[in-house]
C-alpha cells in the first residue's frame, strides 16, 4: 500500500450553536490545518500514486470557500441576525460559508472529504487511489479525521 499526503491551511472563524453550551458558542477563529492522504496500491507509469499538483484544486476550493470566512451552521439565528442588521449591505464583503452540520472540525472534515471524492479527476486519478482520508486540525493539538472503510 502507498500513501501521499498534502497538507493544506487556511484562517477561518466559527461558532457551535443550536443549544451548545461552552466558548466555542462565541464567534472566534482557527489557523485551520487539514491532511489529505490517499492510498492505493499502484502506481502510474511515472512512479507516482497520484501527482501533488492534482490535488490543487484542494487548495483552491478552501482558498474560495472557507478561507477568511465566517463559517456558520446554515440554521445558526445569527445569521439571520446578521442579514437582517445588514441593513448597508456592509456585510455583503463578509465571506460567509454556510454548513448543513455545525461546524465542527469533524464535520469540516467531512465536507472536504466529500468535495475530494466528488470532484477528484476521474480515469487516471480513481484507477490507483482507493482510500481518502481528511485530517482537520482546529488547533495545534485537536484534529478529527473523517474517511470510510473500504
Ligand atoms: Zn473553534
Redesign the pocket.
Known amino acids: 500500500m502507498f500513501k501521499i499526503t498534502k497538507e493544506f491551511k487556511w484562517e477561518a472563524a466559527?461558532r457551535l450553536s443550536d443549544g451548545y453550551v461552552g466558548k466555542?458558542a462565541s464567534i472566534?477563529g482557527?489557523s485551520y490545518r487539514a491532511q489529505v492522504t490517499l492510498a492505493g496500491l499502484n502506481l502510474d507509469e511515472a512512479g507516482m500514486l497520484m501527482d501533488f499538483s492534482d490535488l490543487k484544486f484542494v487548495k483552491k476550493w478552501i482558498n474560495d470557500y472557507w478561507d477568511h470566512a465566517l463559517i456558520l451552521w446554515q440554521d445558526d439565528p445569527l445569521r439571520m441576525v446578521l442579514v437582517n442588521a445588514d441593513r448597508n449591505h456592509e456585510l455583503d464583503v463578509q465571506k460567509t460559508y454556510l454548513m448543513a452540520e455545525q461546524p465542527t472540525a469533524e464535520n469540516l472534515a467531512f465536507v472536504l472529504y466529500t468535495h475530494i471524492v466528488w470532484v477528484l479527476p476521474p480515469g487516471k486519478a480513481w484507477d490507483s487511489v482507493n482510500s481518502v482520508k481528511v485530517r482537520v486540525w482546529?488547533t495545534v493539538t485537536c484534529s478529527a479525521t473523517y474517511w470510510e472503510e473500504s
Open positions: 466559527h466555542c472566534h482557527h482546529e
